[in-house]
């Protein structure tokens, strides 16, 4: 490998129906990545069917910024099966995924960075607070974590979403498994063994 060559970060940006909120999201990246002048950055959005203008959207990012790839799915898969598309298309030394709504701050990037060049290979963001969710969203949802740690050996982290960062070693196990029913948050566990 080239010493002088910049490490690529992958950010990869699953949509459905998100052309509201793309160009909001694009600019808090650009930003970002603008600012960390030590790495090379690719977006990769994978548009997962949507019915709006997303991919208009992200054809014209696309045009305005050569960062900007995109993966256009035929119809509507589903956030896991367009996050497992996405993986084969990565270039990254690492790869973030966000999804393309703000739930989750992109300024924590350079963080989970950071800890990746420490030497993790799974940076992940745990949630403070579940805003916006009602308390039965909230009880179903400890529940099924309970539930579902409860039927294996593997630890499954709790309150965290996909919101993460992953070293191409990582990227390179989870792309073996080709599970057309996928979870994803289960599957990043699995790889630590």
Known sequence: ????????????????????????????LSKLMDEQSKYD???????????DNTLD???FLRAKDPRVNYVNLSRNYGKEIAMAAGFDYVKGD??????ADLQDPPELI???IKYWEEGFDDVYARRKSRKGEGPLKKLTSWGFYRTLQSMTKIEIQKDTGDFRLL???????????????RYTKGLYSWIRL
Do not use: W
Request: hydrophobic share 40%; net charge neutral.
């Open 41 to 51: 950055f690719e977006v990769l959005f994978v548009n997962d069917g949507s019915k």
């Open 57 to 59: 959207m992200i054809k």
């Open 167 to 181: 070293d191409k070693r990582c990227v390179e196990a989870i792309k073996q498994l080709k599970e057309s029913q």
């Open 1 to 28: 490998m080239n010493s002088n060559r910049k490490k690529l970060i992958t950010i990869l940006v699953p949509a459905y129906n998100e052309h509201e909120v793309l160009s909001l999201l694009y600019d808090r």
């Open 110 to 112: 350079p963080e989970m």
């Open 94 to 99: 690492a790869l973030v995924i966000i999804d």
